[in-house]
């Protein structure tokens, strides 16, 4: 194994992205759905500070708390529009959101 | 050396817990897996030296974001799910063909970037903050601005509406 490198925290970033992937296409309750967006944007922020700490830069860890923001604010306004899609339909199934289907 | 165990227990922890949340059936268990799952990446933080984005991280989402989930699953009272017959093709294609792209993702990463060392720094709040308010001040303010939205969006989505 040796020394850890910037590249064993990538291999552990893509493996994040890669189970976040298969959450949101193989899952069907849209909660699991929006937890598994949060894994990816997580395995990002794992590779902007990797980065940031390799080239030795701050600006990646400046990004990642960026990020870290807009994610607060997607979970914020997809789970309201989740519990109003509850309200209407008594369903969280994602394949029985189909009102824009034909 | 130090650095090595933990990173390889707490990178193995990580991914143990997101593979769970996947496994389990019941959202709770899922949103539990979750936080396991960030508090594991915030001691990542903390091992490359990120000080301040690993207390961000246990704040913002082992705390304010996954309370929301963890709300959300509770006032839905979500029960659990079942695998509908799409999903489950995509269990049997989808899982494997990952595997097998993590994989080459992996392999391409050693060969090409070899060993790219960690630097040796300290992101600590004081350099961020210096950051944050200096060079980008004006997307820090933008952010602001798309908090005060969503938080808006948030509450006439959840609002009931009157008839």
Known sequence: ?102 | MMHTVLFIIFAVVCVAAAINLLAQRHPINSALSLIVVMGSLALLYLLLGAEFVAAVQIIIYAGAIMVLFVFTIMLLNAGEEELSKSSRVAIVFGVPAVAVIVAALAYILSRGAGTAALGDFIGGPKEIGRLLFRDFLLPFEVTSVLILIAIMGAVVLARREER
Do not use: C
């Open chain 1, 1 to 102: 194994m040796g020394e850890i490198s910037t590249i064993h925290y990538l291999v552990v970033a893509a493996a994040l992205f890669a189970i976040g992937t298969i959450g949101v296409l193989t899952r069907r309750n849209v909660v699991i759905i929006l937890m598994s967006i949060e894994l990816i944007l997580n395995a990002v922020n794992l590779n902007l500070v990797a980065f940031s700490r390799m080239h030795g830069q701050l600006p990646g860890q400046v990004f990642s708390i960026f990020i870290i923001t807009d994610a607060a604010a997607e979970a914020a306004v997809g789970l309201g529009i989740l519990i109003a899609f509850f309200r209407n339909k008594e369903t969280i199934n994602a394949d029985e959101v189909d009102l824009l289907k034909w």
